[in-house]
């Protein structure tokens, strides 16, 4: 399709879409120049992160005005996330106007109640029914399934009022909160949640708007009045973790430890190959995978930016995988072997631009969390978490955690936060603190795990990936104990990790420590139980879950 044009002002991953887009067998073009978006037959507008950010990069690029022009034209235009936010008259978020399209301004979540971002999978509820005219095929209110879920990351959100809501194609619920999830009217459609994320689910959305001409048939839109429900349609995250590294050839593989030690205990002593990246991210897609993480175990060794191998895992995983990918391992300021220092945003925006949604930040979360304490609990706006942030949004930047457990008898015998252990310590302890690690655990810190991660909660990290040393490839099940605690001390989302043996484990974790996601690496690398056994499993105990999309 010519006149196709996608509107970037550089904030984040727009390679998915991308990819997505060529999935469904079309080329787009990137606006270059306020002039492209009048030259535009069809616009999408991707936008992610902070809402101020946005419009002072449209208004400094000097799209604002063309884009407001284009909408008024009759074009057909598609909005995501903060794309979709840009449309109304401001944001909570910041002092910035928006475009002032849609009344309303978009407001936070309340965190008091649940974790925030609203980060994952949700239903949505169809407010109208809406036909495109001239469409391929019969499709009507662009795709969007009441029976499927999207993948939602946001802090924000807009709401529906009397002034709006002739606006609203569909809503959902988060906690007890009711938001816009999708708007339409004329040739405006535009989706709070990433269609370019959402599985085929999402990927039916973007072809309803690249096949139809954007003009809605309006006798054909019916009207309902939202309601909310008692409880929320949020679903709970099941992740496949893969861990990467050279192997003794050099080859880049897929390995697993135990407790972190990723060589055969028996006969050869080679690094454990379980598998090539690029193809177990796909295989767990089509099984149903609500995320994928790369984690980079040997990142510490130190690598010039533009040969990260990582970059091209993502860049080859994101032209088939759609849904969420994480890359963790080396996110931190890296100097090239000629001396040329890469802050750690600029890593990080490498990982974006190839595919990735969320960095993971592992050790050099730890030493920020040091330099915070002894910085007072002041931030410098200098950390990688802080930079990081600021330019792609918090729900990009995720903190990995590997702590082990420290026993004592008492907690009087440490300064650190303690928890009392299910199963006594080796001496009989009946407590422990968990100890924050660095270098894929091979230096323990004097930092535990609840002074790391509110720490890093107030230097903007958005999601906490709790794994346990001990526990990490037992297959004994998660560390109730220790992500109970950090559930507790954050208001952030958590994903459990470490331990996963059975399908009964997936449901233990949700059920008595409220993580909004649960991750597993050995049990599906070595096939013992498949994702979709897992699903199920969960699903039958009562905790909604994505259903697996064809
Ligand atoms: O410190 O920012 O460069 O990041 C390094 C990253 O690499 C960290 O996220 C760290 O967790 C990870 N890492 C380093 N060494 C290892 C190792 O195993 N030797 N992997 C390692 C940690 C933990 C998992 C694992 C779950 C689930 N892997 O994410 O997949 O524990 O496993 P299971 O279900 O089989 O029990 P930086």
Same mark, same amino acid.
Request: glycine fraction near 10%; charge should be negative.
């Given at each position: 399709?010519?006149?196709?044009?996608?509107?970037?002002?550089?904030?984040?991953?727009?390679?998915?879409?991308?990819?997505?887009?060529?999935?469904?067998?079309?080329?787009?073009?990137?606006?270059?120049?306020?002039?492209?978006?009048?030259?535009?037959?069809?616009?999408?507008?991707?936008?992610?992160?902070?809402?101020?950010?946005?419009?002072?990069?449209?208004?400094?690029?000097?799209?604002?005005?063309?884009?407001?022009?284009?909408?008024?034209?009759?074009?057909?235009?598609?909005?995501?996330?903060?794309?979709?936010?840009?449309?109304?008259?401001?944001?909570?978020?910041?002092?910035?106007?928006?475009?002032?399209?849609?009344?309303?301004?978009?407001?936070?979540?309340?965190?008091?109640?649940?974790?925030?971002?609203?980060?994952?999978?949700?239903?949505?509820?169809?407010?109208?029914?809406?036909?495109?005219?001239?469409?391929?095929?019969?499709?009507?209110?662009?795709?969007?399934? $009441?029976?499927?879920?999207?993948?939602?990351?946001?802090?924000?959100?807009?709401?529906?009022?009397?002034?709006?809501?002739?606006?609203?194609?569909?809503?959902?619920?988060?906690?007890?909160?009711?938001?816009?999830?999708?708007?339409?009217?004329?040739?405006?459609?535009?989706?709070?949640?990433?269609? $370019?994320?959402?599985?085929?689910?999402?990927?039916?959305?973007?072809?309803?708007?690249?096949?139809?001409?954007?003009?809605?048939?309006?006798?054909?839109?019916?009207?309902?009045?939202?309601?909310?429900?008692?409880?929320?349609?949020?679903?709970?995250?099941?992740?496949?973790?893969?861990?990467?590294?050279?192997?003794?050839?050099?080859?880049?593989?897929?390995?697993?430890?135990?407790?972190?030690?990723?060589?055969?205990?028996?006969?050869?002593?080679?690094?454990?190959?379980?598998?090539?990246?690029?193809?177990?991210?796909?295989?767990?897609?089509?099984?149903?995978?609500?995320?994928?993480?790369?984690?980079?175990?040997?990142?510490?060794?130190?690598?010039?930016?533009?040969?990260?191998?990582?970059?091209?895992?993502?860049?080859?995983?994101?032209?088939?995988?759609?849904?969420?990918?994480?890359?963790?391992?080396?996110?931190?300021?890296?100097?090239?072997?000629?001396?040329?220092?890469?802050?750690?945003?600029?890593?990080?925006?490498?990982?974006?631009?190839?595919?990735?949604?969320?960095?993971?930040?592992?050790?050099?979360?730890?030493?920020?969390?040091?330099?915070?304490?002894?910085?007072?609990?002041?931030?410098?706006?200098?950390?990688?978490?802080?930079?990081?942030?600021?330019?792609?949004?918090?729900?990009?930047?995720?903190?990995?955690?590997?702590?082990?457990?420290?026993?004592?008898?008492?907690?009087?015998?440490?300064?650190?936060?303690?928890?009392?252990?299910?199963?006594?310590?080796?001496?009989? $302890?009946?407590?422990?603190?968990?100890?924050?690690?660095?270098?894929?655990?091979?230096?323990?810190?004097?930092?535990?795990?609840?002074?790391?991660?509110?720490?890093?909660?107030?230097?903007?990290?958005?999601?906490?990936?709790?794994?346990?040393?001990?526990?990490?490839?037992?297959?004994?099940?998660?560390?109730?104990?220790?992500?109970?605690?950090?559930?507790?001390?954050?208001?952030?989302?958590?994903?459990?990790?470490?331990?996963?043996?059975?399908?009964?484990?997936?449901?233990?974790?949700?059920?008595?420590?409220?993580?909004?996601?649960?991750?597993?690496?050995?049990?599906?690398?070595?096939?013992?139980?498949?994702?979709?056994?897992?699903?199920?499993?969960?699903?039958?105990?009562?905790?909604?879950?994505?259903?697996?999309?064809?």
């Amino acid at each position: 399709m010519s006149g196709l044009y996608m509107l970037d002002y550089g904030a984040g991953n727009v390679r998915s879409l991308v990819n997505a887009i060529n999935h469904l067998g079309y080329d787009i073009t990137f606006v270059k120049d306020p002039s492209d978006i009048t030259k535009a037959e069809k616009l999408i507008f991707p936008g992610v992160g902070d809402f101020g950010f946005a419009m002072r990069s449209l208004r400094s690029k000097g799209y604002a005005e063309p884009l407001k022009e284009y909408i008024a034209s009759g074009k057909p235009f598609m909005g995501i996330c903060v794309g979709m936010q840009s449309l109304f008259e401001g944001s909570d978020e910041s002092e910035e106007l928006g475009l002032g399209i849609i009344p309303g301004k978009t407001a936070k979540f309340d965190n008091s109640t649940k974790a925030v971002p609203h980060m994952g999978w949700n239903h949505t509820q169809l407010l109208k029914n809406v036909k495109l005219q001239q469409q391929v095929s019969q499709d009507v209110h662009y795709n969007i399934d $009441e029976d499927k879920t999207y993948y939602f990351v946001h802090s924000y959100a807009g709401r529906v009022n009397e002034k709006n809501k002739d606006w609203v194609l569909a809503t959902t619920q988060y906690g007890d909160e009711l938001f816009i999830a999708a708007v339409q009217k004329d040739n405006v459609f535009a989706t709070q949640f990433h269609p $370019e994320k959402s599985g085929y689910a999402g990927v039916n959305i973007l072809k309803s708007f690249l096949t139809g001409t954007g003009i809605v048939d309006q006798s054909a839109v019916i009207c309902k009045e939202p309601v909310k429900s008692d409880k929320d349609t949020f679903t709970k995250r099941i992740i496949a973790c893969l861990d990467v590294r050279a192997n003794d050839n050099g080859d880049l593989v897929v390995t697993k430890g135990d407790q972190y030690d990723v060589r055969e205990t028996e006969g050869s002593n080679d690094v454990r190959n379980l598998g090539k990246p690029v193809d177990l991210a796909k295989r767990y897609f089509e099984e149903g995978a609500d995320e994928i993480t790369f984690l980079n175990i040997t990142s510490f060794r130190n690598c010039p930016l533009g040969d990260l191998p990582m970059l091209e895992v993502l860049k080859r995983t994101s032209e088939t995988v759609f849904v969420p990918l994480t890359i963790g391992g080396g996110i931190r300021d890296v100097t090239d072997p000629d001396g040329t220092v890469h802050p750690a945003f600029e890593v990080a925006g490498e990982y974006f631009r190839s595919g990735a949604d969320k960095v993971s930040i592992g050790s050099d979360a730890v030493y920020c969390a040091e330099n915070f304490y002894a910085n007072g609990g002041k931030k410098t706006g200098k950390t990688a978490i802080e930079t990081i942030a600021e330019a792609y949004g918090s729900q990009a930047v995720v903190i990995s955690v590997d702590p082990r457990r420290v026993y004592v008898k008492d907690p009087s015998e440490t300064t650190h936060n303690t928890v009392k252990n299910s199963k006594v310590g080796p001496n009989g $302890e009946e407590y422990c603190w968990y100890q924050c690690t660095v270098m894929g655990g091979r230096e323990g810190r004097d930092l535990d795990v609840i002074q790391l991660v509110t720490a890093c909660e107030k230097l903007g990290a958005g999601e906490i990936l709790l794994n346990c040393m001990d526990r990490d490839g037992t297959n004994s099940g998660f560390e109730l104990e220790l992500i109970n605690s950090v559930r507790q001390a954050v208001s952030i989302p958590v994903i459990a990790s470490s331990g996963a043996g059975c399908v009964e484990d997936f449901v233990e974790v949700f059920e008595k420590t409220g993580a909004e996601a649960a991750l597993a690496a050995g049990i599906f690398h070595r096939h013992e139980v498949p994702i979709q056994a897992v699903k199920e499993f969960v699903k039958q105990s009562g905790v909604p879950v994505r259903p697996i999309d064809a």
